[in-house]
Each structure stands twice: as structure tokens, then as C-alpha cells.
């Protein structure tokens, strides 16, 4: 059977049962139907423990990082502890593009999984137009007069679907540019926001322009705020949904790792720590991507150490970065394995530099053979990693019950942060460049420089930084598979969220509109006889 076939062959729950589990009464939800519902209760004190699931870096093929998260939380349910997982929405554009749905595969899926893949509680499009409302004020203060003197646009518009065409555009008097709504400042401030208080300031935060003075000009000046949050306060509430065995889980916010820093929201992950004794949470793409951002960016905004970390690895993805091409990756080649076992390393290294203790995960596809497999845990045995296999996407919690196991051994290590906020800007993107990428040197054109010089005079240099940069690769060429060695990366731009509160740096060729495949999923979606069919 399809996944989506797979998930309406489940029986659900009534979604006031599933949050009955977690002690939410009908005071504490709003429905949105039988089987989804909006959080209102606010989070107390964290009594869970937190467990965050990444990989080695992702191929075309996809990785299972998703439904190993959720195949983890239900072992953990099945073996009898009070467990939720803490996922991103999907965005759109990768629905209908080449990746597809997010929300898990085989028995190991969230549901309903038609509603969250597409419209679900309205989150994205609310997102969306609290973003592009900012950008009608602007352009309205604009035209009545320019009171502010802005002289320089920098926030942008944009728009939950991959449109390559809206990277540049030209509103007569100005070029503008449109990003896809998981890159949006909006969509990172909501996922970092710790309050409803804290959500409007940040907001304010938000820099819009430049003035002829060199200041930045703000959301707050405009007097936008109060009308942002009336478009927010419904979308700032975590969504409550179950996995296919009824195991609660909460889905909130949908940033891109690639483009942004790819975590679920601080109040859905700290609702479920306040409700639940293990969270299951995840981080974008490869671990050089969305677990360095949770770990210095979210962990550091929201005050969270996790007490675990899942490193998923396929066999199929070894083989790719041992230089197997993707149309060849189901043929034995033992020697493409075990030379794709640097990548494996490379991570597992990098994540022990935060202080972590972390788990090797095989997500395991039917192609493995018995020798790869074993290759694979020989190797993690000779290296000292601790392995377990997962077969939740054929099997559900119950393949997943020996990662459970191990997570439940590993004990929690004494996190720490890779860089300091007090250290200059420069000095913070080469950390992240020569310690996670390996990157022998960073290259900054003088424009960039200055940029940096502004950011420095407007007293904003003490923030993280979020790097933007292929996926598909530890430097900033998504051809340089495996652990490149001896090479520069570029900084092609550096952009201030201030609202978000950290600085993003752009890498070599990285889009913040991404494009349609060749082969797009929409020529396959329909629907027939009233039913979806061919999402995925």
C-alpha cells in the first residue's frame, strides 16, 4: 500500500482522546475537526526528557528522518513511557515539488496526513500574510510620503510554493524579491517566540529598511504590530495530532534547514516537555544544518539541553557519499560503503563537540543486505558509536523498540554551546565553517564587510548565526559529496532578522526560493471519487 493508503487503513481517535492522554482537557484545546485541534494551554515547567533526531548529510532520495522520529516516539509509547513527538508542518513547496510530504512514511506516520500536508490548521497561509502585510506597509508608507527615509528595502515578500520566476521582481520604482514562506523572518520568529509578549516584540523587531542615516527602520515604526498579531494569535497555538498507533504529537512551524534554522516552534516543544516524560523532536537535513542550528540557536533561545541525540544514517546515503551515483546505490558495493562511513564520522564528531551523547541510527529499507547492514554496525562498533536499527517505516513502534532502548541507555552528556554570543561576527560564521563544515578558509567580499560594519554600528552583532547553505554537501557545492578537505567556502550574502534575533549568512549558490523538479509531485496529485490520491 501508498502511505496515504496506509493512513486512512488506520483507525484514529477522536483527537479529545489523544489529549486526554497527555492531561489537556476541553478547555485546554480548539478543535479543528475530529482529529486535530490548537494547544491553548500554555506550558509549565519542563519535566520531560527532550531527545532530538538528525542525520548524516541527506541525498535525493531521502533519508527517513521523519519517520524514524515518529517510529522512536510510539517504541517509546509501546514500552510504556508517557512519550510525544514535536515535528514541522510541511510547507507546500516541497509537497508539490520533488521532496513530497513530511509527515512520515510507511506505519510510521502522523495523520490525518492529507490535512497537514496541505492546508491543515492555516498556519503557513496566516504566516504568509502577516509577512507580505509587512511588505504592503512598507511600500505604503512609501508612496504617503516616507516619513522614515527608507532608503533601503530589506525585508521581502513571499509565498508557500516553489516559484523560481518570484526570485526577482520589479514593483515599477524598485526590483523586490519573493522567499518561499518557510525562509520567511515571520516564520522564524513564530517558531522562537516564547509568549504572545515576546511573539509582539519580536515582531517590532522585525528591520524593514535602511534610512539615510544608516538606521535601521522597524515594524514597530510602522505601526503594524497590533495587525500582525491579530493575524498570528491563532497560528502561534501548536497544532495536537497522533502518529497511525495514537501516539500524541504536536505540529508547529515549518522552517527549511537549508534556509533557515529548520526547528519546530520553543512553545511546541516546550508544551510537550511540560505534558509528556520523553519528547521526540527533529532537526532539518544533515546534522551540519538543522541539529547545529537547534543546538545554538533554539536550545539557546529557549533554555533547552537535550538529554539524547539520534544520528540516522541509510545505507543507501553511505554509499552515495562513497561515490556510488544515485542510479547504481541498490548495487553491492562494499567499498562505496565503507568510504561513505566519513560522512557518518564527520557528524558524529561534529555533534560531540556541543557535548552530546549520541545514538547511531540505521533506517533500514528493504534493499539492505545482511552484509551491509553488519559492515555498518562493525563499524560503529570499532568506532564505539552506539547503533540500533530501525524498521518503523515496515513495521511501526515495534521496529523501533531496539532505537528506543538504546536511547533509554544513553545517558545525558554536558552540552555546551560551539561559539559565543559576545564574540565578533566574523569570528562566529569561521567557527561554524572550519569546525562543522571543515572548511579550510571563508571568503568575504568587501560588500559583505560592510554590511557586517553596519550591523556592528547598530549595536547588532552579538547574535547566533544562521547558515544557509546546500543540504546536499558540508561546503557550499552540493557536488562535493562524502567530507570534502582543503576548500573555501563564500559568503554570497548576510541578511539581519532582527526580529528572529540571529544573522543569516548565505552560501555559495543557495536559493531562498527554491525551484520546481523536472518531474514535479503535482503532475501526480488528484483527485478521485472525493479521495486524494498519489501524496506522499
Known amino acids: 500500500m501508498t502511505d496515504i493508503e496506509i493512513s486512512r487503513s488506520i483507525k484514529k481517535e477522536k483527537i479529545k482522546k489523544v489529549a486526554e492522554k497527555i492531561g489537556l482537557k476541553g478547555k485546554d484545546i480548539v478543535l479543528y475537526g475530529d482529529y486535530k485541534a490548537k494547544v491553548k494551554k500554555q506550558y509549565t515547567d519542563s519535566k520531560g526528557k ?7 548529510s541527506p541525498t535525493p532520495m531521502g533519508e527517513g528522518k521523519t519517520t524514524v522520529s515518529i517510529g522512536l516516539a510510539d517504541a517509546l509509547q509501546k514500552i510504556g513511557k508517557k512519550t510525544m513527538v514535536v515535528l514541522r508542518e510541511p510547507s507546500m513547496g516541497p509537497v508539490f515539488g520533488m521532496k513530497g510530504g513530511a509527515t512520515g512514511g510507511g506505519y510510521s506516520q502522523v495523520v490525518p496526513m492529507e490535512d497537514i500536508n496541505l492546508h491543515f490548521t492555516g498556519d503557513f497561509h496566516a504566516i504568509t500574510s502577516a509577512n507580505n502585510l509587512i511588505c504592503a506597509a512598507i511600500d505604503n508608507h512609501i508612496y504617503f510620503g516616507n516619513s522614515l527615509d527608507i532608503q533601503e528595502v530589506t525585508f521581502h515578500r513571499c509565498l508557500d510554493v516553489n516559484d523560481r520566476a518570484l526570485r526577482d521582481v520589479d514593483l515599477g520604482k524598485r526590483h523586490d524579491s519573493f522567499s518561499i ?7 522564524a520568529l513564530l517558531c522562537l517566540a516564547t509568549s504572545l509578549d515576546d511573539l509582539r516584540e519580536r515582531l517590532g523587531n ?28 491563532d497560528a502561534f497555538l501548536p497544532n495536537l495530532v497522533q502518529t497511525l498507533e495514537n501516539t500524541p504529537a504536536l505540529i508547529h512551524g515549518g522552517p527549511f534547514a537549508n534556509i533557515a534554522h529548520g526547528c519546530n516552534s520553543i512553545v511546541a516543544t516546550k508544551t510537550a516537555l511540560s505534558l509528556a516524560d520523553y519528547v521526540v523532536t527533529e532537526a532539518g537535513f544533515g546534522a551540519d544544518l538543522g541539529a547545529e542550528k537547534f543546538l545554538d540557536i533554539k536550545c539557546r533561545v529557549g533554555e533547552l539541553e537535550p538529554d539524547a541525540v539520534v544520528l540516522v544514517a541509510t545505507i543507501k546515503a553511505l554509499k552515495y557519499h562513497g561515490g556510488v551515483p544515485k542510479d547504481s546505490i541498490f548495487e553491492r558495493n562494499m567499498d562505496a560503503l565503507k568510504k561513505g562511513f566519513a560522512n557518518l564520522d564527520k557528524h558524529y564528531e561534529n555533534l560531540k563537540k556541543f557535548g552530546v551523547n549520541v545514538v547511531v541510527c540505521l533506517n533500514q529499507f528493504h534493499t539492505d543486505t545482511e552484509e551491509e547492514i553488519n559492515c555498518l554496525k562493525k563499524h560503529c562498533e570499532d568506532k564505539n558509536y552506539p547503533f540500533a536499527v530501525s524498521n518503523a517505516y515496515s513495521l511501526g513502534g515495534e521496529g523501533a523498540i531496539e532505537l528506543a532502548n538504546q536511547v533509554l541507555k544513553s545517558k545525558k552528556g554536558d552540552f555546551h554551546f560551539l561559539y559565543d554570543l559576545e564574540n565578533d561576527i566574523v569570528s562566529k560564521i569561521n567557527c561554524i565553517c572550519k569546525e562543522i563544515y571543515g572548511a579550510s578558509s571563508v571568503h568575504y567580499s568587501d560588500e559583505i564587510l560592510t554590511k557586517i560594519q553596519n550591523f556592528i554600528d547598530n549595536g547588532k552583532d552579538k547574535l547566533p548565526i544562521c547558515v544557509a547553505k546546500t543540504q546536499y554537501s558540508f561546503s557550499d557545492d552540493p557536488k562535493k559529496l562524502g567530507v570534502p578537505e582543503n576548500f573555501e567556502v563564500t559568503v554570497k550574502d548576510i541578511r539581519l532578522y532582527g526580529g528572529a534575533g540571529f544573522i543569516t549568512v548565505l552560501l555559495g549558490d543557495i536559493m531562498v526560493m527554491p525551484g520546481l523538479s523536472r518531474k514535479p509531485n503535482y503532475e501526480l496529485i488528484d483527485v478521485v471519487d472525493g479521495e486524494i490520491i498519489n501524496l506522499s
Open 181 to 187: 514562506s518557510s525562509a520567511s523572518e515571520v516564520m
Open 206 to 233: 522585525i528591520v524593514v529598511g535602511i534610512n539615510g542615516s544608516g538606521k535601521y527602520v522597524t515594524v514597530k515604526d510602522l505601526k503594524v504590530e497590533g495587525s500582525l498579531m491579530a493575524l498570528l494569535k
Open 50 to 56: 527532550l531527545i532530538l533526531v538528525t542525520a548524516i
